[in-house]
């Protein structure tokens, strides 16, 4: 069994970046999280020097594997050296530099031509089902698509995809994704075991999001989707700060309280500088499969309103479905399981705008 201190005697075992003593020792070590037999350790590494940063990463990751038998050690480091401009006017005899703006560390994903994500500020309004399907359907029209979990805390692509095969070590970078269906795919869920909570401070989770974005081998696609948490927080920070987006999808419901909520992640977007490319209403209607009647259930509307309202593109609907629920259970989601539905046909409809969006943009 793997815990705390058997990673401490692991990385005992590691040189510090200054060459001397090690890195418990130096104090180098600022957190370590254990779930079954995945590591998540983060180093202060105060040093300009990216070799001397990546030696201590690589060392570090193989100490814990080498040691513990470990199936994946996620390293997140921190630290660098400041610099004289940042002691101020009297340290350096001038006037303090202008505080970086954080959106100049973007830098793109080499090989990914569009980023795109798929947000919405509350929960419960089925934006995993929506990213998934949407990415099923980009695959189904030609294109090489990347699916990303960007919830750390409830990770859903295992289910929705029925994925039970881990990650393993890439050629070229950290992490190879999962194949499955066509989509490269990369969730914590696929590190952690079932039933385990993952209980991190947010520092902790911006990490593994940056982590997954930069190291992962994504290769050559035409769209890297990104299933984001709810919320407008540090995840959403995050990944604008870090890289690039072509823009953001807004999922939400046709109720009163989603709309609020749907209205203040579309602002926030814009607020940061990203593009908003469209509003997806989701569980827009029922049809009685034995009547073929329309209701109406969560009303109706709303989110081609707020879409005119706020000057951005009404992408579409897409129907409440208890067939859309039962096969995401089932792993196997309702785009593959059965593409010629009305409500399957409903996602290739949005999925051929998102790609018109995307190509009007560049």
Partial sequence: MITKESVERALRTVTDIHGTGDLMSQKRVERIGVSGDVVTITLNLPTDDDAARTKAEDESRRAIKAALGAREVIVMTKGGKPSLQAAGPAAAGRAPAPAQNPFDRQAPIEGVRNIIAVSSAKGGVGKSTVCVNLS???????????????????????VL???????TEGRTKEIAPVVKDGLRLMSLGFLSDPGMPVIWRGPIVTGVVRKFLQDVEWGELDYLM????????????????????TGALIVTTPSQLA??????GLEMYRTVGAPVLGIVENMSYFVCPHCNGR????????????????????????????AVRASGDEGEPIVKRDPDSPVARAFFEIADRLREACSAKA
């Fill in 226 to 245: 990104i299933d984001m948490p709810p919320g407008t927080g540090d995840t959403q920070l995050t990944l604008v700060q870090t890289v690039p987006i």
């Fill in 259 to 264: 709309l609020v909520d749907a209205e203040k």
């Fill in 295 to 322: 209701t109406e259930i969560f009303s109706h509307g709303g989110s081609r309103a707020i879409a005119k309202r706020l000057g951005t593109p009404f992408l579409g609907e897409i129907p409440l479905d208890s």
């Fill in 161 to 167: 995809l029925g994925v039970t095969t881990r990650p």
């Fill in 136 to 158: 099923l359907a980009l695959a189904a029209r030609g294109e090489r698509v990347g699916l990303m979990d960007s919830d750390v805390y409830g990770p859903s692509l295992h």
